[in-house]
């Protein structure tokens, strides 16, 4: 298995510009629908649904932002150079922090909209 550093990594947004990302992530999931009927079952039986997606991206602190809520854009999270995932997305949200040892950073939160691939 390749190890890759994370200082290769990128983050893009049709919707808007980020200022220093310093980090971000994705999870994908399934929908797991109960199908368990009453009667003589002792386990429950279950079965896939829809498939759904989120991201955090964490950056610098910028006065500027980087799009208004709700905005709809394509999303791409690169890991290396050829190495990317990407879909639309929907900017859902974000955050700011800050510590007495770092810089003030923003977090935003976006939810998938159709498939990352």
């Given at each position: 298995?390749?190890?890759?550093?994370?200082?290769?990594?990128?983050?893009?947004?049709?919707?808007?510009?980020?200022t220093v990302v310093k980090s971000w992530s994705?999870?994908?999931?399934?929908?797991?629908?109960?199908?368990?009927?009453?009667?003589?079952?002792?386990?429950?039986?279950?079965?896939?649904?829809?498939?759904?997606?989120?991201?955090?991206?964490?950056?610098?602190?910028?006065?500027?932002?980087?799009?208004?809520?709700?905005?709809?854009?394509?999303?791409?999270?690169?890991?290396?150079?050829?190495?990317?995932?990407?879909?639309?997305?929907?900017?859902?949200?974000?955050?700011?922090?800050?510590?007495?040892?770092?810089?003030?950073?923003?977090?935003?939160?976006?939810?998938?909209?159709?498939?990352?691939?």
């Amino acid at each position: 298995m390749a190890i890759i550093h994370g200082k290769a990594g990128s983050v893009t947004f049709s919707g808007g510009d980020f200022t220093v990302v310093k980090s971000w992530s994705a999870d994908v999931s399934i929908d797991i629908e109960d199908t368990s009927g009453m009667g003589a079952e002792t386990f429950k039986t279950k079965t896939a649904g829809l498939k759904d997606w989120t991201a955090d991206v964490e950056c610098v602190f910028s006065v500027t932002g980087l799009a208004a809520l709700g905005t709809s854009a394509t999303l791409t999270l690169t890991r290396i150079s050829g190495s990317a995932m990407s879909g639309m997305a929907i900017l859902a949200g974000y955050g700011e922090g800050s510590t007495v040892e770092g810089v003030v950073t923003q977090t935003y939160k976006f939810e998938g909209s159709g498939t990352l691939s």
